[in-house]
């Protein structure tokens, strides 16, 4: 949801690449990143074909689940800034791929005629700014010393796509220098190499409307703290909805099977008690007797979302004058 852009580079250069290696292998080398065919025979178009589709099902995975990750870039910047970095990223990495090839043949002998194909300087590139603005939380511990975090299966699929191939080296370290020069605040990259308002309008009203996905309404919101410990906090509750929703699940399975109501004489069986008594022994004065408690509307909503019934809701915000947690319980367990 909210991320067009890398829904579209998450499924359309994933089928390319499966075609290309399971129907038509005999395609492929029009998709090769040959340095060699670009630098003495000028065929530019190569740039765009072999910096674009992955040959290696290895990389086209890994790859794919890093824009996954990601993807929440182009949620926080939106979809035309998003691209703006990806254009940038991709332009940057091509001109130090080649820098690169030339310093190695320059200092270490070392020839290279091509480079692994795909999407991977600025799917490298991403990994500056996901080090930097995302925070970190930790999750567990390993052995004591070893922490995992939030943050450490990317860092791990980024270190599989870094060993797949011989040269990928060089698209890592271009693509991480890119992302570097990108989000510089120095060089002011970000302002020469970005998307026209124009072109973002054109792919708006013709790809988003393909590749959008509508807003899921199976989950829960939850907003993006400003601090770690708001964060944790923020999954904390997270789960304790989703342990409460499974409840909920269950008791109505069993309330379905059982045929019942709930039995309301069980569930308040103190407060109705002394509700009589107090009519048998004298009737209340008005002085001593408490305004009715208002129902929140938004906390009976709140308990229908949950799956139980109107009158359900209002009679447990009653019972439990109006807080939502207490009839929340009364409600699950009873």
Known sequence: DKAPLSKSLLLVPSAISILLTLLFQHYQKFFAYNLQAIKEDFQ?????CGRTICLDLKDTFCSSLLIYNFRIFERRYGSR?????LLGA????????????EIAQYIF???????????LGPVFALFVPFYSSIPRVQVTQVLGHFSITNKTLVYILGLQLLTSGSYIWILALSGLVSGICYNSSILKVHRILCVPSWVAKIFSCTLEP????AEPTNEVRVGMGATVDIQRQQRMELLDRQIMMSQVAQMRRQRQQQGGMINWNRLFPPLRHRHNANYQDHRPSEEDTPPPTEISEE????LMEMGFSRGDALEALRAS???LNVATNFLLQH
């Not at 991709?90 to 090839?101: G, I, K, Q």
């Not at 002998?109 to 999407?119: A, D, E």
Request: aromatic share 16%; proline share 2%.
């Open 44 to 48: 530019i178009w190569r740039l765009v």
């Open 81 to 85: 800034k998003f691209s703006s970095f």
């Open 90 to 101: 991709w332009m940057l990495s091509a001109l130090f791929d080649l820098l690169l090839v």
């Open 109 to 119: 002998g070392i020839t290279i005629n091509s480079l692994p194909s795909g999407f």
């Open 210 to 213: 393909i590749f959008s996905s």
């Open 299 to 302: 906390q009976v909503a709140r």
């Open 321 to 323: 004058n109006n807080d």
